[in-house]
C-alpha cells in the first residue's frame, strides 16, 4: 500500500491536525501532509503546520465576493499537488457543488455529533439542553449539504450527568482524535474505499471504547 497524500482544510485551533500529524511522525500512519489550507489568519493550526515544514496557505474568505470564487481559488492550489483525499478539520465553511465535484469520493469532514443528529453548530450545548445519554463523533464524505454526506464512522461516549459543555468538549476531542486518523488509516490501507461518493467496505463504528466493523 502506498502513502496516501493529504491536504488538510482548517479554521481554527487545528487539533485534529495535529492529531494527524502525530500519528504520521509516529509511524503508525502512512500519510504524507501536502498542504494545510485555513480560510482564517488567526487559525492557530496555520502554525502548527509551520512547525513540521508543512505547506500553509491563507485564503481568506472575506477577500471575495463569491463563494464560488473562493473555492475555486482553493481548488487551484489543491490542484498543485495532486493529492488522494482532502481532510477538513475544523473548516468552517461549507464547500459549494464545484468544489465537491472538482475533488468527488476524495473529501471528509469529521463533525462532533452522532449523525444525523445535530447538524451544525453548538452540538454539545444541544446534548446537553436535551439531556441525551450518549454523544460522539462522525466523520463523513463530504456533499453539498450541511455535515450530510455518507457515514464513513464514528465513535460514541456516554454523557454523564455531571457533564458540562466544556467537559463534553475535551470527551470529544479525545474521540476525534482517535477516530480520524484511524479512519484515514483505513482508507489508505484500502479497507474503507470511497466510490461513486458512496462508503464501501467496512464503516468503523466504536462503541464504549471497542472498535468494529458494520
Ligand atoms: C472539531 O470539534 C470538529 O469536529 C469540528 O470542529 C472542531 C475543530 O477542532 N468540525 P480543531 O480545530 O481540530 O481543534
Known amino acids: 500500500m502506498s502513502e496516501i ?3 488538510i482544510l482548517i479554521s481554527g485551533n487545528g487539533s485534529n491536525l495535529q492529531a494527524i500529524i502525530d500519528e504520521i511522525e509516529s ?3 502512512d500519510a504524507s501532509i501536502k498542504l494545510v489550507i485555513s480560510n482564517n489568519s488567526d487559525a492557530y493550526g496555520l502554525q ?3 512547525k513540521y515544514g508543512i505547506t500553509n496557505i491563507l485564503i481568506d474568505h472575506k477577500n471575495f465576493n463569491e463563494r464560488e470564487d473562493f473555492d475555486q481559488k482553493i481548488i487551484e492550489k489543491i490542484d498543485k499537488y495532486n493529492v488522494d483525499l482532502i481532510v477538513l478539520a475544523g473548516f468552517m465553511r ?4 464545484k468544489f465537491i465535484n472538482a475533488f468527488k469520493n476524495k ?3 469529521i463533525h462532533p455529533s452522532l449523525l444525523p443528529k445535530y447538524p451544525g453548530l453548538d452540538t454539545h450545548r444541544k446534548v446537553i439542553e436535551n439531556k441525551d445519554k450518549e454523544h460522539g463523533v462522525t466523520v463523513h464524505l463530504v456533499d453539498e449539504g450541511l455535515d450530510s454526506g455518507q457515514i464513513i464512522g464514528f465513535m460514541s461516549c456516554e454523557v454523564e450527568k455531571t457533564d458540562t459543555e466544556e467537559s463534553i468538549e475535551t470527551k470529544i476531542h479525545k474521540l476525534e482524535h482517535y477516530l480520524y486518523p484511524a479512519i484515514i488509516r483505513d482508507i489508505q490501507k ?3 474505499h470511497l466510490k461513486n461518493n458512496k462508503v464501501f467496505h467496512n464503516k468503523i463504528v466504536i462503541k464504549n471504547g471497542k472498535k468494529y466493523f458494520n
Do not use: F, P, V
Request: aromatic share 0%; net charge positive; charged share 15%.
Open 190 to 192: 484500502g479497507k474503507i
Open 94 to 97: 461549507i464547500l459549494s457543488s
Open 5 to 7: 497524500s493529504l491536504a
Open 107 to 109: 473529501i471528509i469532514n
Open 27 to 29: 509511524g503508525k500512519l
Open 48 to 50: 502548527r503546520a509551520q
